[in-house]
């Protein structure tokens, strides 16, 4: 997929954890994460090739650059589409599911600080939440707005978020900022494993920076995963 910047489509293997049953494993969902930076047509097809290709069950985007009024429009062939947006430059977020999951929307928002969709996946006996969501730039990232994207109730949860937030515990190419921090104290505080390995997921194209730096985030509670 041929964009402006680099922005990886980041794929895992979530082995959900069967409660109370070791060390019997749950089920294994594939999904994939990116900032797409505009769902135009030829990204659509792209992606599309791409979920075939890697046999995808979820994926969640950022930054679709869509509208309110066109999120509801949203589609994939083969997926079922939950997206919010607003009436913004950038923005919007979607959160596809391979049909024949049951699934339903848990939550969304859309403000100033954060965008997100969460949606609920039944799995065999296992209920899997799956947020994708966008924190403007800024660095407006609040303590109370990356908690707001999780429940205690959601004990199988993955959150692919572009942040636009640094921390040396993933990114080291850019100075931390205070939303990198809250990331850390949030992931403590409601047990979420960060995923990221460390590697940028995105390099500026101008021609003062061509800074590598890694503004995106992906972290997960109550299951394993493989890459």
Known sequence: MRMRAVRE???????????????????????AQQNILGFTPGKRLSLLHKAIT?????????????????ASRLSLDGYQCFAVA????????AVFIRKGFQCSLTSESVSEVVEHATVCVKVGTHLCQF???????????????VHSLS????????ICADANCHHANWDKHVAPNPGGLHIVDFCIDEGYT???????????????RRQLSAPDVTLVRGCTTQR
Do not use: C, M
């Open 54 to 70: 890697h046999d995808l069950d979820v994926i969640l985007l950022q930054e679709l650059h869509i509208v309110e009024n066109e």
């Open 151 to 158: 429940q205690a109730d959601w004990t199988t949860h993955a």
């Open 131 to 145: 947020t994708s969501a966008y924190f403007p730039r800024g660095n407006k990232v609040t303590s109370a707005a």
């Open 9 to 31: 489509f980041n794929l895992s293997s979530l082995l959900l954890r069967a409660v109370h049953v070791h060390p019997n494993p749950g089920p294994i969902l594939r999904i």
């Open 86 to 93: 607003r009436d913004a430059k950038g923005g919007g977020v």
């Open 194 to 208: 960060l995923l990221n390995t460390g590697d940028p997921t995105r390099r500026s194209l101008t021609i003062e």
